[in-house]
């Protein structure tokens, strides 16, 4: 029997169902990381994939973890590929240092994601350089100042380069108020905006399907770890974890559209 049967054999024998899986390599190196509602039919489609070949060439083995539904596969694969570095993974990377914009008295910050706290913030950027970046295409498509934005120093007494080529409305002359700039500056701003974590503490995400129920706990978007029950929960809870890109990612819309069962694990409600 081929090494490539082998491994349709060893799939064939994995659930149908949701959860994560792993490609294992020579020495059980983790080669692929990857989350399915149906594991096996997954793991098929990727032996049955040309672009595939090779992965399926370096692997001799999967492996498994089960989670009661799509959105705990979603965490846990976000988590071990992060952990493990796979070498086939290349979408999910480990926690960069980003960046945000937020705003101080109408004026734009640039401040890392971890130092934004309950402040509102518009959008993650791998770099300061990459959030300037983006207020220098804001200014340029709603005609914003790039002084009053802190990009560029204002000459005193003077309207700034840009108001002359007509690419600004004038905030820098007194043409505009600085009200209505910052207005502006808001409204384009808004589009990219990053939603506080809308709890005090930890919470648990209840998931469940016909043979598992679990609870994902979670705090500043990072997810902690999933467990069976309140008690265990409670355990995983840490005081001030990183925010997570991934999971805010994963939670931002079923969190804020309340579409999923919420357990509150601050220390109020800890014997509840």
Not at 98 to 108: E, Q, R, V
Request: glycine fraction near 6%.
């Amino acid at each position: 029997m081929t090494a490539s049967l082998d491994l349709h054999d060893l799939a064939r024998a994995l659930p149908n169902a949701p959860g994560v899986y792993t490609f294992h390599g020579e020495g059980d190196a983790p080669l692929y990381i990857g989350k399915s509602v149906r594991i096996r039919a997954r793991v098929l489609d990727h032996l049955r994939s040309p672009d595939e070949a090779r992965l399926t060439a370096l692997t001799r083995r999967f492996s498994f973890e089960r989670t009661a539904g799509d959105i705990g596969a979603q965490l846990l694969e976000a988590q071990q590929v992060k952990l493990q570095q796979p070498l086939f993974n290349k979408r999910l990377r480990r926690n960069r240092r980003l960046c945000t914009i937020t705003l101080s008295d109408g004026c734009p910050e640039i401040v890392n994601v971890h130092d934004a706290g309950d402040s509102a913030s518009y959008g993650l950027y791998p770099s300061r350089y990459a959030a300037i970046e983006r207020l220098r295409e804001l200014a340029d498509d709603h005609l914003l100042c790039y002084g009053a934005l802190g990009i560029e120093r204002l000459p005193a007494g003077k309207a700034c380069f840009r108001h002359a080529l007509r690419r600004c409305s004038g905030v820098c002359c007194g043409l505009e108020s600085e009200d209505d700039h910052r207005h502006r500056l808001l409204a384009a701003l808004v589009e990219r905006h990053v939603e506080a974590w809308p709890y005090r503490g930890a919470i648990g995400i209840v998931e469940r399907s016909e043979d598992m129920r679990q609870i994902h706990v979670v705090r500043n978007w990072s997810y902690l770890g999933s467990v069976e029950n309140k008690r265990a929960a409670l355990r995983l809870v840490k005081p001030t974890p990183a925010f997570d890109l991934d999971g805010y990612k994963i939670l931002v819309r079923p969190l804020l559209s309340r579409s999923v069962e919420v357990i509150n694990l601050s220390p109020e409600h800890a014997l509840g």
